[in-house]
């Protein structure tokens, strides 16, 4: 199912709104393109995918402005796990990414809010806000959202990956760079999880705990933080750091600290522990 619908005006209009249901057959994609505003409020259901070959959902406004947001508010499921995978990829030029309903698919997870804008401003809401449950069985999930006066990245909701990495990026220049809350559990089951983040008023901000790997699988996480006036990167009581390999934080800051860890903190298999702050 491809649709592409584009106004004479890129912007902030009514671009592709999709309001009922939406069922795919085993294989089929979903691609939606348009240089304005994208909104989803009914429910996607994606059928056992057996064809051989990967499938994947796109929503993409990245021809639009940093108005032209993506709004995902029906729930995205895979009905029954296939031979192959079944993916989605969110995209938009600085343009608000969000969802607020449960996402559970086999494949990768990819939202940027980046694509093509360069050096330019992205919007002053949050780039990336995410409150509801984002679930891959195989795939990789990664989290690529800016902010002029918010969040680069905002979870109220549980990032997990079966089989994958999961990797954040965010950067504002009126906020955090990655903010989680208390109920945004980050868990890489068998892989490694990695969080990038700058922000005027702090660059990772952790109210949750991160898992990466288990068993015999040693997988590392990965913190770095750049906050100007706020901490590099905090991480609260509630927001353990578990990792069967390394865990490495970084953490810089002009105007306070570079690292402020109130959780635990630990590796443990096999791997070191190396907080470096500034």
């Known amino acids: 199912l491809s649709v592409t619908a584009n106004n004479t005006a890129a912007g902030a209009n009514s671009g592709i709104r999709a309001l009922g249901a939406i069922s795919l057959a085993s294989g089929s994609g979903l691609s939606f393109v348009t240089n304005n505003l994208i909104t989803v409020t009914g429910a996607i259901s994606v059928a056992a995918n057996n064809t051989g070959s990967s499938a994947n959902l796109v929503f993409d406004t990245s021809t639009g402005t940093n108005a032209s947001s993506v709004s995902l508010n029906g729930a995205i499921t895979t009905v029954a796990v296939g031979t192959s995978q079944s993916g989605l990829r969110v995209l938009t030029k600085g343009a608000p990414i969000s969802t607020t309903a449960g996402i559970s698919l086999t494949g990768l997870i990819d939202f940027n809010n980046t694509v093509g804008l360069g050096v330019g401003v992205a919007n002053a809401a949050d780039g990336i806000s995410l409150s509801g449950v984002l679930t891959s069985t195989s795939g990789d999930i990664t989290l690529i959202g800016r902010s002029s006066g918010a969040q680069g990245i905002s979870l109220s909701g549980v990032l997990t990956s079966a089989s994958g990495?999961?990797?954040?990026?965010?950067?504002?220049?009126?906020?955090?760079?990655?903010?989680?809350?208390?109920?945004?559990?980050?868990?890489?089951?068998t892989g490694n999880i990695s969080l990038t983040g700058s922000?005027?008023?702090?660059?990772?901000?952790?109210?949750?705990?991160?898992?990466?790997?288990?068993?015999?699988?040693?997988?590392?996480?990965?913190?770095?933080?750049?906050?100007?006036?706020?901490?590099?990167?905090?991480?609260?009581?509630?927001?353990?750091?578990?990792?069967?390999?390394?865990?490495?934080?970084?953490?810089?800051?002009?105007?306070?600290r570079g690292i402020e860890l109130g959780?635990?903190?630990?590796?443990?298999?096999t791997g070191d522990v190396v907080l470096s702050g500034q």
């Open 165 to 189: 990495d999961i990797t954040l990026v965010g950067k504002s220049t009126g906020a955090q760079g990655i903010l989680t809350t208390g109920a945004s559990l980050i868990t890489a089951t």
């Open 199 to 256: 922000g005027t008023s702090g660059g990772v901000n952790l109210l949750a705990a991160l898992s990466a790997g288990s068993g015999t699988k040693l997988r590392a996480i990965t913190l770095v933080g750049n906050g100007t006036s706020g901490i590099g990167v905090t991480a609260s009581t509630a927001a353990s750091l578990t990792a069967t390999g390394s865990l490495t934080v970084t953490g810089f800051s002009t105007g306070s």
């Open 263 to 269: 959780g635990g903190v630990r590796s443990t298999l």
